[in-house]
C-alpha cells in the first residue's frame, strides 16, 4: 500500500509530499524525501520496554509501563524544582498535556529553542518578526538571503521546494528568477550554490548588519573601509541588490542566533528587514529544526501567554529567559528533577549543566536511545509521532498541519503516558493535600 | 433531565420585544422552555437585570495573529495574571490573555458567544486549535476571501458559479461562518509592500479592483444563502479622509437584496474608517455623514470598534495600515503574509487621551452609536484588541448610558478632541433595552445566530442568561454609572446552556463551548471550474499539498454546521 501526502516528522520544513510504500505493517519505501527525513521514517534501533536504574552508572533493568510511569509521577510529584524539557519531537496534542503536567507539579517547561532560536524570540519581543509563509516567499522572492544557515546540510529540501531552485507564480524562471546572497563564516554547501557569498568574521554579524543598515538609510559614509571582514564595496553592492529587491527574504539560522551578540542580532536584522520595507517588500524568517519546534512556541504561547521558558512554581506562568531557561536553572543546581521528553538535552547542553543532570533524577520520555538515556533513571519509550500516531505540527513558518500515521504500533503514545502521570501525580498530591 | 429556574427576573429581550417586564425564566436540559416542574434549581433574581447571553460579532481572539500578539508582547502577558485552581487554569494577558483568560473573561462579564474576525484559509487549524481551547462560550470565525487569488481570477474572469464554489469550499476548509472582506486587493498588493488607495483602483497583476471584489462577493453571499452578510473592513482605513471611501463602499451594496431578515452588508469597526480631513493635523470626526447615510438605509449595519485609552494590540488582515502604525509610532511590527490569500500585521500601541487624533478617534466611537437612530443598526465593539481588550465593555456600556459619564471622560481628553467631533453636544442616553440591542441582540441577528437559539431568550433559544446586580427599575444608569459599570464587569449569574459558569464575577464551571460553520452545496458546472482552477493552484503555487489542507474534523470537537444551497 502506497500512502501519498506524508508529512515527514524531522526539520522544520515539514515536507507535505511523501510517498510511502508499507507492506504489512512496515515501510518498505520512502519517496520525495530528503536521506534525513526518509531515514527517520524508514526507522532504527528503538527502545524496546521501559527501564529503570536506580544509579546511573548501574545497568537499566527492565520494568512494566505501570512502574516506570508510577516512578516518574512519584519523583515529579515530590521534587521542589523539576525541569520538564525538550518537546520539539513531538506533536501538540502532547504539548498541551504537558504544560498542564507543569502546572500540577509547578515545574519549569522548556523547549529546545533555549538552545537554538531562543534568542530569535528575544529579537522579536524587542522588534517584532515581518513574516509570511514559505509560499509566499517561493512565488515572490527575486532575492533570497541565507545568514548563518546551510540548508544544504540541515534542511536539504527547503532550496527546491521553497526557497531558491522552485518556481513560482512571479519567480517562475525558479533559480535564475532569485538572486542568492549567503551570509556565513565558512564557505558551507549552501554558499557553493549562492550568486554571492560574503565571508562575515566569527561574531561580527552585528557590526555586518548595522553596516547595511546604514548604507540603506543612505548613511553610507559613516561605514569603515571593512566591516567584519567584508571590504565596505561589497556591502554596498549587497545593500543595493536588497534595495533594488522587489521581494526579499532573509532566512537565518543559529550562526545568527548563537553567535556573539545572540538576540541582539536578531534585533538588528528585524530593523533592517523593517527598514527596507520602504524600499521594497521584505520578510524575514528563523530557520528552526525540530519538525515541531515551531508548534512548542504556539501552543505555549497560547496556553501560557509566553513562548518557553515558563516557570509554573508560582501558580501561574512566569518567564524570564535569562533566569527560567534550563540552563540558567541547570547551572545555578536549583533543578532537583529532569524530565526529558521529545529533545535530548545530553547532547546540547553544555557540560556544567550535564554536570548537574548528573546528581538529579532523569526520567527520559523518548522512542529513542540518545545522550539523554545515559544519564537517565527513568526511560518510557514512546510512539514515533508522525510515522506511528498521528496529530498536528507547526511548519517553520507558523502554518499547521496533521502529521499521519503509517503503521501500528503498540507503543503507548506520549500524549497518554503524560495523562497517566498526571492522573497519578494528582493522586499523590491529593493524598498528601 | 435538568432544569432551572430564574425568578423575579426583569428581563431585557429585544428579540422578543420584553422590554423590562418582571417575570420567570425557565430551562430545561440547556434550553429556554415555557415552564418547569417542582424539582428544578430556583436562582431568585430578585428583580435583578437579566440579559440574554452576550454575544460578540466581532473580535480578535485566536489564531496566528493573537499568537504573535503573544509573542511579541510578554510584557502584556504579564498583566491580568491569576494563579490556576482546582477549577481553573492559570489567567494571563490583557490585550492579548491566554486561551483561558479569554473564555473565562468574557464569562465572567456575562458572554456567552464570540465570533473570531479573521481566519486565513490556510492558518485556519491554527485558529481552531486555539478556538477549541478557549473555555465556557460558544465560537465561530469569519474567512478572509477579500485579496484571495481564487476569487480574484473568478471574479476577473466573469464566473460567479465558479466563486460561489470556492467560497463555499473555502468556508468548507477553514470551517468558517461568513465572509469576510479586508481591505479588498490591499493584501495581494501588499504581497510587494504595495496598497491599493481606492475602490476602483486596479489591483496588481489580477486586473480586478476592490468594487468588484466586495459586489462580486456580497452577490454571491445572497446568492448562497448564507446566514451571515459579507462583512467588510473597507479600503483606506486608519487615514484622514476615508470617511469618502466608506460611504461609496457602502453604496455598492445598495441594490443588494439579502436573503434572510438580515442586513445585506456589515461594515466593521468604522471608527476607523470615518475620518474626515486631509492628513493628521486637520484630522476630524465624520460620524455625523456616516450615521446620516445609516439613518437614510436600512440594507446595512456596522460596528463601532470603540478605542479604549491605554495599551492596545492592533492585529488586522491589513498589512499595509500596520506597516504604517509601526513606522508613525515607532512601535514594534509583525507582518504575516499568507501565500495566494492575505495578509496581516500586528503593531501594539497605546491610545493616550491627552493625543488628539486618539481622542477624536474615542468620540468617533461612541458618535456613532448615538447619531445612528436605530439601535439594531450599530453594535458596540471594540475590534478586540485594536481599539482595545473587550473587558472594557462595561466601560462602553456606560459611556453610551450616561452624558454625565461622558463628560467626566471628556475632561480629561485633549481639547482640540472637541473642535473636530460633535461629542460633547450629544444628549442622548441609552436604556437598558438599547443596550442589550446593541450587545446581544443584534450581533445575533447580524451573525445569523438567532434561529441557532442565540441573542435571545424565547422558548427553545439556548438557555445563555446573563443576570446583573442591578435593579433597573430602583437604578438611574445616567448618574449611577459606576456602579452599574461594576455590574456588567462581573455578572450575578452567568448561565451558559443551563448550566451556572460564573457567580459573581467568578468561574464556577468550565463546559466546553461549540462552533459554528456554514456548508453550502453548489452543484453546478461552476464546481467543476473551480476544482480544475484549485487543482492547478495547489499544484504550482501553494507550498502545501491539496490533501492536508482543509480542516479535518478532529479540530471542531463541537461542531454545529448549519447547511445552505447556492441559487
Ligand atoms: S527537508 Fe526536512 S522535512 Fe523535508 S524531507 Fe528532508 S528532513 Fe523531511
Known amino acids: 500500500m502506497i500512502i501519498k501526502d506524508v508529512l515527514c516528522p524531522f526539520c522544520g520544513c515539514l515536507c507535505d509530499d511523501l510517498a510511502v510504500e508499507v507492506e504489512n505493517n512496515k515501510v518498505v519505501d520512502v519517496k520525495h524525501a530528503c536521506k534525513i527525513g526518509a531515514s527517520k521514517i524508514r526507522g532504527h534501533d528503538r527502545i524496546k520496554a521501559p527501564m529503570m536504574r536506580d544509579d546511573k552508572n548501574g ?20 521534587s521542589k524544582r523539576p525541569l520538564l524539557y525538550g518537546w520539539a519531537n513531538g506533536l501538540c496534542e ?34 517584532g518578526l515581518p513574516t509570511g509563509t514559505l509560499g509566499q516567499f517561493a512565488n515572490r522572492a527575486d532575492v533570497v538571503v541565507f545568514w548563518g544557515c546551510n540548508p544544504v546540510q540541515a534542511h536539504p529540501r527547503h532550496m527546491g521546494r521553497y526557497s531558491v531552485f522552485n518556481k513560482g507564480f512571479f519567480a517562475n524562471k525558479g533559480r535564475r528568477s532569485r538572486k542568492v546572497v549567503v551570509f556565513d563564516v565558512r564557505k558551507t554547501d549552501t554558499a557553493n550554490l549562492a550568486d554571492e557569498y560574503v565571508q562575515v568574521k566569527p561574531g561580527e554579524d552585528y557590526m555586518v548588519l548595522s553596516a547595511l543598515r546604514a548604507i540603506v538609510a543612505g548613511k553610507g559614509d559613516v561605514v569603515p573601509d571593512t566591516v567584519g571582514g567584508v571590504p565596505k564595496e561589497k556591502l554596498a553592492e549587497v545593500a543595493e541588490t536588497m534595495k533594488a529587491a522587489k521581494f526579499g527574504i532573509v532566512y537565518f539560522g543559529m550562526g545568527l542566533t548563537q553567535s556573539r551578540g545572540k538576540y541582539k542580532n536578531i534585533d538588528n536584522a528585524v530593523s533592517l528587514i523593517t527598514e527596507l520595507n520602504a524600499h521594497g517588500k521584505h520578510s524575514i524568517i528563523p530557520m528552526r529544526g525540530h519538525y515541531n519546534v515551531t508548534g512548542f512556541g504556539n501552543v505555549c504561547a497560547w496556553e501560557t501567554g509566553f513562548i518557553n521558558a515558563v516557570d509554573m512554581s508560582r501558580g501561574y506562568p512566569y518567564y524570564n529567559p535569562g533566569e527560567t531557561c534550563s540552563n540558567d536553572l541547570l547551572m545555578r543546581e536549583e533543578i532537583d528533577a529532569a524530565f526529558i521528553i521529545a529533545g535530548d538535552a545530553g547532547a546540547h547542553f553544555p557540560a556544567q549543566s550535564i554536570a548537574r543532570m548528573g546528581k538529579v533524577p532523569v526520567i527520559q520520555v523518548d522512542p529513542f536511545h540518545n545522550p539523554t538515556t545515559e544519564m537517565a533513571n527513568i526511560v518510557i519509550p514512546t510512539k514515533v509521532s508522525g510515522v506511528e500516531l498521528e496529530g498536528t505540527a507547526y511548519r517553520m513558518d507558523g502554518v499547521s498541519l496533521r502529521m499521519r500515521k503509517l503503521v501500528d504500533v503498540d507503543f503507548p503514545s506520549d500524549e497518554e503516558v503524560l495523562d497517566k502521570i498526571i492522573a497519578k501525580v494528582r493522586e499523590i498530591k491529593g493524598a498528601s493535600s | ?38 424539582s428544578a434549581q430556583i436562582i431568585d433574581a430578585g428583580g435583578r437585570l437579566v440579559y440574554p447571553g452576550g454575544v460578540d460579532a466581532h473580535t480578535h481572539i485566536a489564531g496566528s495573529k493573537v499568537n504573535i500578539g503573544r509573542v511579541m508582547r510578554p510584557e502584556d502577558s504579564r498583566l491580568g495574571i491569576k494563579a490556576r485552581t482546582k477549577l481553573t487554569r492559570p489567567y494571563t494577558g490583557y490585550t492579548v490573555p491566554n486561551v483561558y483568560a479569554m473564555g473565562y473573561r468574557y464569562a465572567e462579564m456575562g458572554y456567552t458567544t464570540a465570533f473570531e474576525a479573521a481566519i486565513p484559509i490556510l492558518k485556519a487549524r491554527h485558529t481552531h486549535e486555539e478556538l477549541e481551547e478557549i473555555p465556557i462560550i460558544d465560537k465561530g470565525g469569519l474567512t478572509l476571501f477579500g485579496s484571495n487569488w481564487m476569487v480574484m481570477d473568478a471574479i ?3 464566473d460567479q458559479d465558479r466563486l460561489a464554489a470556492y467560497v463555499a469550499w473555502g468556508l468548507l476548509a477553514s470551517r468558517g461562518w461568513g465572509v469576510k472582506i479586508v481591505n479588498p486587493g490591499g493584501g495581494e498588493a501588499w504581497g510587494f509592500g504595495k496598497n491599493v488607495s481606492g475602490l476602483d483602483d486596479t489591483v496588481p497583476n489580477f486586473e480586478v479592483t476592490p468594487r468588484q471584489i466586495i459586489r462580486n462577493l456580497a452577490e454571491v453571499n445572497e446568492k448562497m444563502n448564507l446566514p451571515h452578510s459579507i462583512h467588510l473592513h473597507c479600503n483606506n482605513l486608519g487615514k484622514p479622509g476615508n470617511y469618502e471611501t466608506t460611504l461609496a463602499s457602502f453604496d455598492i451594496c445598495k441594490d443588494i437584496k439579502a436573503s434572510r431578515d438580515r442586513q445585506a452588508l456589515h461594515v466593521t469597526h468604522v471608527q476607523f474608517n470615518a475620518w474626515g480631513g486631509n492628513h493628521w493635523g486637520d484630522m476630524e470626526s465624520k460620524s455625523d455623514a456616516i450615521a446620516d447615510y445609516l439613518n437614510k438605509n436600512d440594507f446595512l449595519t456596522i460596528d463601532m470598534g470603540q478605542l479604549i485609552f491605554g495599551s492596545a494590540t492592533t492585529m488586522t488582515a491589513d498589512g499595509p495600515v500596520q506597516y504604517a502604525n509601526a513606522r508613525l509610532l515607532k512601535s514594534r511590527w509583525s507582518n504575516g503574509d ?26 468617533i466611537g461612541l458618535e456613532l452609536a448615538l447619531l445612528t437612530k436605530d439601535p439594531w443598526q450599530v453594535l458596540m465593539t471594540t475590534d478586540h484588541p485594536n481599539g482595545g481588550p473587550y473587558v472594557n465593555y462595561p466601560q462602553v456600556m456606560t459611556l453610551l448610558m450616561s452624558k454625565k459619564k461622558r463628560e467626566e471622560a471628556m475632561s480629561k481628553i485633549a481639547e482640540k478632541t472637541f473642535e473636530r467631533t460633535s461629542i460633547a453636544g450629544i444628549d442622548r442616553e441609552l436604556d437598558w433595552y438599547d443596550i442589550a440591542i446593541k450587545t446581544r441582540a443584534a450581533h445575533a441577528k447580524v451573525l445569523g445566530i438567532v434561529e441557532n437559539g442565540k441573542g435571545h431568550l424565547g422558548v427553545g433559544a439556548d438557555a445563555d442568561i446573563a443576570i446583573y446586580d442591578i435593579k433597573p427599575d430602583q437604578t438611574d444608569a445616567t448618574t449611577e454609572y459606576n456602579r452599574v459599570e461594576a455590574a456588567f464587569r462581573r455578572s450575578a449569574y452567568t448561565i451558559k446552556g443551563g448550566v451556572v459558569v460564573a457567580k459573581d464575577g467568578e468561574i464556577t464551571a468550565t463546559p466546553m463551548g461549540r462552533t459554528y460553520w456554514v456548508r453550502t452545496k453548489v452543484d453546478n458546472g461552476g464546481y467543476d471550474r473551480m476544482m480544475e482552477d484549485l487543482k492547478l493552484k495547489f499544484r504550482n503555487y501553494y507550498s502545501v499539498n491539496m490533501a492536508n489542507y482543509m480542516v479535518q474534523d478532529e479540530y471542531v470537537e463541537h461542531p454545529v454546521v448549519v447547511d445552505t444551497e447556492y441559487k
Open chain 1, 59 to 78: 545497568e537499566f533493568r527492565e520494568v512494566s509501563y505501570e512502574e516506570a510511569i508510577n516512578e516518574s509521577a512519584r519523583i515529579l510529584a515530590k
Open chain 2, 338 to 363: 499568507v501565500e495566494l490569500e492575505d495578509s496581516s500585521g500586528v503593531t501594539p500601541l497605546e491610545y493616550h487621551a491627552q493625543n488628539y487624533v486618539n481622542g477624536i478617534m474615542w468620540a
Open chain 2, 1 to 38: 433531565m435538568s432544569e432551572m429556574l430564574i425568578k423575579n427576573a426583569t428581563v431585557y429581550d429585544p428579540i422578543n420585544s420584553v422590554n423590562g417586564d418582571l417575570m420567570d425564566v425557565a430551562v430545561r436540559n440547556g434550553k429556554i422552555v415555557d415552564s418547569v416542574g417542582n
Open chain 1, 94 to 127: 502532547m504539548m498541551k498535556k504537558g504544560i498542564l503536567l507543569t502546572e500540577e507539579v509547578g515545574g519549569i517547561i522548556d523547549n529546545t529553542a533555549s538552545v537554538c532560536h531562543g534568542p530569535s524570540a528575544l529579537g522579536v519581543h524587542e522588534k
Open chain 2, 156 to 158: 476577473r474572469e466573469n
